[in-house]
């Protein structure tokens, strides 16, 4: 079956610092969708990428689908202490119905 | 978001009992989602459902049991409880049928089985 695999699983950086995450699929996938949960929260929807090589950003975050659409990347530039939380990236294959969630990483900012 | 609730927030119970978690979005999306969260794991997909009446299973769905008699009403049914079914239990919707919109997650269900 689908699998998705996120690395790393826990991250601490200073604040300030850049921080990514790396996301990557056993096959190709048709869309990747990036997620945000914050501690004790529950997942929210951040971004989608459809094309290959797509790059996409929102203020600090900088989202990148890679060419071949087997595997996907989030950065943050400058991290800050509203950033902490778990980052899942979930793709789907095509013509397969269901969405797979990568194993997220945890993204600890230190003050 | 407001728009789907999960119900209860908490529940404790013990092994053998059966359980069910409520799920209620009022957003008419077609797609609802069962998911478990535990460490390590990420978020696991138990059962989903296309539509009113047609439900699928996912990665993890031994021992749960979904019905979908209404389009915003998606509940979850663990039979016969089991010490490895304590989680997180996030219940999820989505409008669109290909599955190129996003989820919207309820805040979740913490259930504990001793």
């Known amino acids: 079956g689908q699998q998705v695999m996120q690395i790393p699983q826990y991250q601490h950086v200073q604040e300030g610092e850049d921080f990514t995450t790396y996301c990557n699929s056993s096959?190709?996938?048709?869309?990747i969708q990036w997620y945000k949960q914050r501690p004790g929260g529950h997942p929210v929807f951040l971004i989608q990428?459809?094309?290959?090589?797509e790059v996409k950003k929102q203020k600090r975050l900088t989202f990148q689908f890679g060419e071949a659409k087997k595997n996907s990347s989030l950065h943050i530039t400058a991290t800050q202490t509203t950033d902490v939380g778990t980052y899942f990236c979930?793709?789907?294959?095509?013509?397969?119905?269901?969405?797979?969630f990568g194993t997220g990483t945890k993204l600890q900012v230190i003050p | 978001d407001a728009g789907i609730t999960q119900s209860p927030r908490y529940k404790i119970t013990e092994t053998g009992r059966q359980v069910t978690l409520m799920c209620h979005q009022t957003?008419?999306?077609?797609?609802m989602f069962w998911y478990r969260q535990d460490l390590g794991h990420g978020l696991r997909l138990i059962y989903y459902?296309?539509?009113?009446?047609?439900?699928d299973k996912g990665e993890v769905p031994d021992g749960y049991v979904v019905s979908r008699s209404k389009t915003e009403n998606f509940p979850l049914t663990l039979e016969s409880a089991t010490r490895s079914q304590t989680s997180v239990y996030f219940c999820?919707?989505?409008?669109?049928?290909?599955?190129?919109?996003?989820?919207?997650f309820g805040d979740g269900t913490r259930l504990s089985i001793l």
């Open positions: 459902s296309a539509a009113a009446d047609i439900t």
């Open positions: 979930a793709g789907r294959a095509g013509g397969y119905q269901k969405v797979t």
């Open positions: 957003w008419s999306h077609s797609y």
């Open positions: 990428l459809v094309k290959s090589g």
């Open positions: 999820a919707s989505s409008e669109s049928p290909d599955l190129n919109q996003p989820q919207h």
């Open positions: 096959t190709t996938l048709s869309n």
